[in-house]
């Protein structure tokens, strides 16, 4: 299924993002590899906004984190290829709200053209742990490397599982001068299973990716200032509840009814 998607054209939201972003100074990636903010054990705080809305809240950033720069690009295309089962195990799990639950998925960053395989799984405990898996490009899941990793890193039969669904996004990555927090924003957001696409220009999904004892920080302080608050997001669970309208849903019928008014109110500052 992984293919490439365009992300949808805005040249004045494009400019208005670009402008906000030279406040910030940057980081590489290998810094931030090497940094307290790679968190990948970590809890995870979820926002929802209209891109005009992130655009004001970044001017609000600059002096308290850096912005991930890779090449010189300040923004960077991810793609995303989730597999589930035929019975969209991983799916209903997050669905019927078990406590722990996994994602399985390969995600393949455009800017740097690295491929790695991923298991994501969140814990009864609150925190979110990833592991994953540089591959070249997409090996089968039963692969020497991919079914060892797999073996050890998820506890259900990887043969069962197949692609269902990939999204795309752009990805600005902020990362905290001085302290354990790394804020992602995706925008751009599509979704596509191979005979339906969906896309949401004008959402914006921020991220706080962060160490449980962090209570407040910088990027909290603008988000409540600006009217944004928190909600539970799954790319993968709302995805799947747009593109396959046959499995149920209720669960996330709040995010998809928000998602859509986000989308319009985007739309209507055009």
């Known amino acids: 299924m992984m293919q490439t998607l365009s992300p949808p054209g805005d040249v004045r939201l494009a400019r208005g993002i670009a402008a906000a972003l030279e406040a910030f100074e940057p980081i590489t990636l290998d810094d931030l590899k090497n940094s307290d903010a790679n968190l990948l054990d970590r809890t995870e705080t979820k926002f929802l906004m209209t891109a005009d809305r992130f655009v004001q809240i970044l001017s609000d950033l600059g002096d308290a984190y850096r912005v991930l720069t890779i090449e010189g690009a300040r923004q960077g295309r991810y793609e995303t290829e989730y597999y589930d089962t035929d019975s969209f195990l991983t799916y209903l799990q997050h669905h019927n709200g078990r406590a ?51 073996a050890e890193s998820f506890p259900y ?60 920080s910088p990027a909290m302080t603008a988000l409540g200032r600006a009217g944004v608050r928190k909600t539970g997001f799954s790319k993968y669970c709302i995805g799947v509840s747009l593109l396959y309208t046959g499995l149920k849903h209720n669960r996330f019928k709040r995010n998809l009814l928000f998602l859509e008014k986000l989308s319009s109110e985007g739309r209507s500052v055009c």
């Open 157 to 216: 039969d990887a043969g069962a599982f197949h692609p269902v669904l990939l999204t795309a996004y752009d990805r600005i990555t902020l990362v905290a001068r001085d302290h354990a927090e790394r804020l992602t924003f995706d925008l751009n957001l599509t979704f596509d299973n191979g005979m339906e696409r969906r896309s949401y220009p004008r959402v914006v999904i921020g991220e706080i990716k962060h160490d449980r004892a962090l209570r407040r």
């Open 100 to 150: 722990t639950r996994y994602k399985l998925r390969f995600r393949h960053y455009l800017s740097s053209d690295t491929t790695f395989l991923e298991v994501k799984e969140k814990r009864n405990t609150g925190r979110t742990v990833k592991k994953r898996l540089e591959t070249d490009g997409l090996p089968e899941l039963s692969d020497p490397g991919p079914g060892t990793f797999l």
